[in-house]
């Protein structure tokens, strides 16, 4: 098994796309600056908030290896892998390797809703196949089916196997995964909301989103999640906000009109996704001025 020691914060790069809809590769290599200054210590590229489903394979095989080459070894570069044919989960895994990426964040098989046998036998042939050091990604709402804390200790067994990100949002999974497979896999949450719970069973870390838009706000929470800070509570109330202006819409459209609102435009979305409505922009804009969330955008 790959030895790593991941941990902490781990935001998935949102794609700026132009709007001629091609990738805006300058503004993509400032949210990287922004987002290793402000206490990330790893970036996953061409993640879901990437809108790795809206790319074509060349694009992120250009995304990994401009990650890889702008981070410069400052922190662990993860590539988004995950793909509809194991083929093509195969193909990603490889240009993540060329690139240099650090490791692959991994999807069981999308659409299929797998049993736990295949999904087992799908791991297993990609672990066999690629040298990537692997994240697995449980994400029960897209993906249809959960990766349990007993199918991922079965998968620990696996040599390229190195961590889980669990999106189930029950802290209970998460407190079993530490149990299970705490001691052999580096094990994150999927949600910045779950930090401090997270943090007292034992996680290791976090793929986030909101810390590309308040980057010291979440390394504030996670910094604190165990002092018992007074500012705790409020810094908290702020995390939640954000995640608020996420549900506005599709997700990964209202992370990009978050940003934008203030003031780190990435674009729009592409299709599937549209641009937000506008009163979907305007209840945004109010969680925005009432929780304050604009004094985040310029810390």
Wanted: proline fraction near 5%; aromatic fraction near 8%; charged fraction near 20%.
């Amino acid at each position: 098994m790959a030895d790593v020691n991941w941990g902490g914060i781990f935001p998935v790069l949102v794609t700026p796309f132009g709007a001629d809809s091609s990738i805006n590769e300058i503004r993509y290599k400032a949210l990287i600056d922004d987002a290793i200054a402000n206490g990330a210590q790893g970036v996953v590229a061409a993640g879901s908030t990437g809108e790795f489903y809206a790319l074509t394979k060349a694009e992120r095989a250009r995304l990994y290896k401009l990650t890889v080459d702008h981070v410069a070894a400052r922190v662990p570069v993860l590539a988004g892998v995950a793909d509809l044919r194991v083929g093509d989960v195969l193909e990603a895994c490889q240009s993540a390797v060329t690139a240099g990426c650090a490791g692959g964040m991994i999807l069981p098989p999308i659409y299929a809703m797998p049993s736990p046998r295949e999904i087992v036998a799908f791991f297993e042939y990609i672990s066999r196949n690629t040298s990537l050091p692997l994240m697995l990604y449980n994400s029960p709402r897209r993906a249809g089916i959960d990766i349990t804390p007993a199918l991922v200790e079965q998968l620990s067994a696996l040599p390229t196997v190195v961590a889980i990100k669990d999106s189930s949002g029950v802290i209970t999974q998460v407190s079993e995964l530490v149990q299970r497979v705490g001691d052999k896999l580096r094990v994150f949450v999927g949600y910045e909301t779950m930090i401090v719970p997270a943090r007292a069973v034992g996680a290791h870390g976090v793929v986030a989103m909101a810390h590309q838009i308040a980057g010291p706000l979440i390394r504030d929470y996670w910094d604190k999640a165990f002092t018992g800070d007074k500012a705790l509570q409020d810094l908290g109330r702020d995390v939640f906000a954000f995640y608020r202006c996420f549900q506005a819409g599709a997700y990964y459209a209202a992370i990009k009109e978050t940003m934008s609102q203030l003031g780190h435009d990435a674009g729009g979305p592409r299709l599937p996704l549209l641009p937000l409505a506008d009163e979907q922009k305007a209840a945004i804009a109010k969680i925005i001025a009432d929780a304050g969330l604009a004094r985040w955008a310029n810390a």
